[in-house]
């Protein structure tokens, strides 16, 4: 839903907005889904009712199929999981607040930096398990989207353990590889942005070559891999083909708040290191 909206920067000033703006995001999500069940509800009751309009019972099943498998996809990951799972939250606020097509208030980014701390406080960093992969998937999520956040600057700082998670999900890029090769797309993306933010810290900092190898070929988009050699392979002339919102990735080229963390790294790395 937030990767086909676009909407102004959301202003929250206390835990108190946070807590009832994500109270309203979550029956928002909902709309959608209760409204599509009552359609399904109206047109399968006169489609088994009357024998002239069968056909419709057919649609509204298939209708039902699709809005469900959608729902559960995308939106409903927030709807439901955001209730059970602060990282979730926290993702869903910072959505509609980070991701605006605005100036982000500076109380926003006071409140969002508070409770990233906090939730970042609650996080055990293990080993990865094929077995909890709700846990890695809502831990990547989270550490990804906030060093982006920081690296833009609506994150006035980040937690310590942000860093150890990287470090930790390159020591497990093996087995990730091993155990769930579905996971190894979205770790090396991960871990690009990672060695990104070292090289704006760093000038200096080059991967080791055996991790990098690793990296490039998990990550199957041509994207990344001209972000990857911008930076560390001094590729200026990718430039041009990465602020080009065509060549973007979906998710990315359809939301203005998310494309925008994109073009930033581009400028820091045009401001910082040529």
């Not at 995001?25 to 399968?44: E, R, S």
């Not at 990550?219 to 200026?236: E, G, H, Q």
Request: glycine letters at 4%; a neutral charge; aromatic letters at 16%.
């Amino acid at each position: 839903m937030t990767s086909r909206l676009h909407f102004n920067s959301i202003k929250i000033s206390s835990k108190i907005e946070y807590n009832i703006l994500l109270k309203k995001l979550k029956i928002f999500l909902w709309i959608g889904p209760v409204f599509d069940f009552t359609v399904f509800i109206l047109f399968f009751c006169i489609g088994v009712s009357n024998v002239k309009y069968s056909y419709l019972a057919l649609i509204s099943l298939i209708h039902l199929s699709i809005t469900t498998l959608n729902f559960f996809n995308s939106d409903g990951k927030y709807a439901i999981g955001a209730k059970e799972d602060s990282r979730i939250a926290f993702e869903l606020v910072r959505s509609f607040t980070i991701c605006g097509n605005g100036e982000i208030p500076y109380e926003s980014k006071r409140i969002l930096t508070d409770t990233h701390m906090e939730i970042a406080d609650g996080i055990t960093l293990e080993k990865f398990d094929v077995n909890d992969l709700w846990n890695f998937l809502n831990n990547i999520s989270f550490f990804t989207n906030s060093l982006l956040s920081f690296l833009n600057k609506d994150l006035l700082i980040i937690h310590p353990s942000t860093l150890n998670f990287f470090e930790n999900l390159i020591n497990d890029f093996d087995d990730i590889k091993k155990y769930d090769y579905r996971q190894v797309e979205k770790t090396s993306i991960a871990i690009i942005y990672y060695f990104i933010s070292k090289k704006l810290k760093e000038k200096t900092f080059y991967p080791d070559d055996n991790i990098i190898n690793k990296v490039y070929a998990g990550c199957n988009s041509i994207y990344f891999r001209k972000l990857f050699d911008l930076y560390f392979n001094s590729k200026n002339d990718n430039i041009e083909y990465l602020i080009n919102e065509k060549n973007m990735p979906n998710y990315i080229s359809h939301c203005e708040g998310y494309n925008k963390l994109i073009i930033n790294i581009i400028n820091l790395y045009e401001n910082t290191l040529i």
